[in-house]
């Protein structure tokens, strides 16, 4: 129990200083991603969203919703983290040895569990924040009159179970319960091989191999599941972005988001916002690997 109770709070600390790091990258990638596959493209260029929001929202617009992905980031990583742990603990059970050095597959399959188990936390939380970082950008653009304030968390999850009850809270769950369980294998294998090659090359900088493994991972993961995420972000957007679209009572769901993205901008319509993605994952999943295995070590 103990060792339970102090892997859940250092991944929940670990999560939390990532969050912070990469979150104003963050709304600027889902910013790009909201406008996927729409004829009248708002920004130009990664540069050009960075500008916009900037100039028409100072620097709170790039952390307009924190508070709900900072509480999800330290629960998402807690959840990541304790059944990571604790798939591994099964593995090391079935073998009779609690010392047991896993190989690869066995720690993926661990990362694939853990990414389940998170994303059913996951999907509101990214839910709230993907709508609070795209509501204010969208008012302001439709809005010609006085400046128009953003809702706060609460209201916005009173809007969405008004209009869709409690199951609207978990719009697009199958997304990303699937981009969780491949990305969350991709995320802890990485970190284990590039970790484990570089004690061999580098046995006295534990620090440097683990911030490296972890930027390694965030690389790795990101990568692999952005077509997927760029999907989801849009799907759990569209409301807001495409309102039309909800009017009509068209069918929105993956193959039609994904579809519709394809047919407006093509393949690289999936990867829209990729760059800044790959910037700020770098810092971020380097902190947190790194923030996680000192507290492991420090108070094991």
């Known amino acids: 129990m103990e060792e339970a109770l102090k892997t859940i709070l250092f991944g929940s600390i670990a999560g939390s200083l990532g969050k912070i790091i990469e979150y104003p990258f963050d709304t600027v990638k889902v910013r790009l991603q909201s406008q996927a596959g729409t004829s009248d493209q708002l920004f130009r260029s990664t540069f050009h969203c960075i500008q916009y929001t900037f100039k028409t929202e100072k620097l709170r617009g790039f952390y307009s919703g924190l508070s709900s ?100 809270l978990w ?22 091989v590039s970790n484990r090659n570089l004690k061999r090359l580098n046995p006295n900088n534990n620090s440097v191999n683990e911030f490296i493994s972890g930027a390694a991972a965030g690389v790795g993961y990101n990568a692999i599941t952005f077509p997927i995420d ?3 972000s849009k799907l759990q957007t569209t409301s807001i972005v495409n ?17 519709l993205i394809y047919l407006k901008n093509g393949i690289k319509g999936f990867y829209t916002g990729l760059g800044i993605t790959l910037i700020r994952c770098i810092p971020a999943n380097g902190v947190i690997f790194l923030t996680y295995d000192k507290l492991k070590f420090y108070y094991k």
């Not at 924040?129 to 809702?151: A, E, F, G, H, R």
């Not at 719009?171 to 284990?192: A, C, D, K, M, N």
């Not at 009572?249 to 994904?258: G, H, M, R, S, W």
Request: proline fraction near 4%; glycine fraction near 6%.
């Open 69 to 168: 992905p900072l509480v999800g980031a330290a629960f998402e990583n807690a959840i990541l983290f304790f059944s990571y742990e604790y798939c591994q603990s099964l593995f090391k059970k079935y073998y009779n040895s609690p010392d047991a050095t896993l190989n690869i597959w066995q720690l993926v399959i661990s990362g694939g569990f853990s990414g389940i188990s998170a994303s059913f936390l996951l999907t509101p939380v990214e839910l709230i924040k993907c709508q609070m970082q795209v509501k204010l950008l969208y008012q302001t653009k439709l809005s010609s009159s006085k400046p128009l304030k953003n809702p706060s968390i609460i209201e916005l999850i009173k809007i969405i179970i008004l209009n869709q009850g409690i199951k609207g």
């Open 171 to 192: 719009h697009g769950q199958l997304v990303t319960l699937i981009r969780e369980f491949i990305g969350s294998s991709i995320w802890f294998g990485t970190y284990e």
């Open 230 to 232: 760029t999907v989801k």
């Open 243 to 259: 309102p039309s679209l909800v009017d009509q009572n068209i069918k929105i769901d993956f193959l039609e988001i994904a579809k």
